[in-house]
């Protein structure tokens, strides 16, 4: 049993039972579907990557890890794919007992039997919803001797999601792995690019790489957004032509054994920055590793924010892209014209992770980091095309710098640092072959 499991149980108690299921098949058109995905709080506490999978976990049992799969089908197998049955489920991910996933209906309610909470999280998976509350409710009118369902029913996401937000030492290797593949393909991004190509060209090339090296894939739709493009925050049509001249935002990370990595460069398609863009760089990021540096163990959510709009008013003061008192900037949003979105967020295995941003939800009382916590850094200036009370100089300018984090005991590790951030750097990078190749032409 996977130790998250073990934990999950030790926390539910006794009285409890659980009740996870396992994501379905989504349709995308006709008769195709989307790759599955695996859910995560699924996924995360049993390690079982098929689809319409059931787990239900009751701590008083002897076998307190029980698993309801789709039964091996020598046909189905050969249409759609192998799968684990019964069998697989017990020897490979340490389910204690596997059923055919077509008992659940008639096994459940006696597994629900006698316990007075029940951990399920109503909204995921309708069917099962409705499964659910059918048994309640003829429980509701069933004779009081014998009734007995669970009386309260809690999210086991409250649990779960607290869990996926401090990560274990197994789960940073397997971020840092995802971490290193996107900075890899980031790289050769960079070193690829070139006036001409196509935005596609490069999302292909990073993408090419993620699945070269051992990731599933992208962890979301990749933003490949050349000029004007890099001041649409998710931009994800990559289908224009790259310019010489312009700036290339790519917002790329893959996702490894689950784990997703989320990183952000910004660098000039034709190697080298305009004096122009380097100093809206500049600005971003310096911002952006004050902003790192604040991402250590007592800092609160909030605060890193409130420091991320400070410091990003005063840049575009002196860059004029704002006029006034940076307090009154501040107070009246003024920067939200160019940075409208927030510094960062959790990552592990959703990119826009699990866990609570607050201490406590409703006195809004923002959060501080502790060790084993990932945020990413990500402060950024878009200045649109046609911002008439931005310098002329800076229209069209889109720039996000974005870094994986690890908070850890005494500091930070940043997981991202295997791809250049400094201009310099970068501007090396991509005019390193490209030298050579122009002498080996003479
Ligand atoms: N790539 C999504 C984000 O940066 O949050
Ligand atoms: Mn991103
Ligand atoms: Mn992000």
Redesign the pocket.
Known sequence: MRPQLEKFIEEIGKDAVAIIPAAHEKQRSYDTEYKFRQDNDFWYLTDFPEPDAIAVIDPAKRNKFTMFVRPRDPEMETWFGRREGTDGAEKNYGVQKAYSIEKFEKMFPKMLHGKDKLYYRFGLDTSLDKLILQYLSGQRHARLKTAYPPHTIIDPSLIIHEMRLHKTDEEIELMQKSADIACAAHKLAMRKCKPGMNEAEIESIIEHHFRMNGASGAA?NS?VGGGENATILHYVENNAELKDGDLLLI?A?CEYKGYAS?I?RTFPVNGKYTKAQKEVYDVVLDVQKACVEATVTGTTVQERQDLSIELLTEGMKKLKLLKGRTKTLVKEKKYMQYYMHGVG?YIGMD??DAGRYFEDQKAKNSRPFAPGMVL?V?PGIYVPADAKDAPAKYRGIGIRI?DDVLVTEDGNRNLTTKVPKETEEIEALMNKGKRKARSAKK
């Open positions: 979301y933003i917002d990370g989320d952000t967020h990119v826009h990413t990500e974005e």
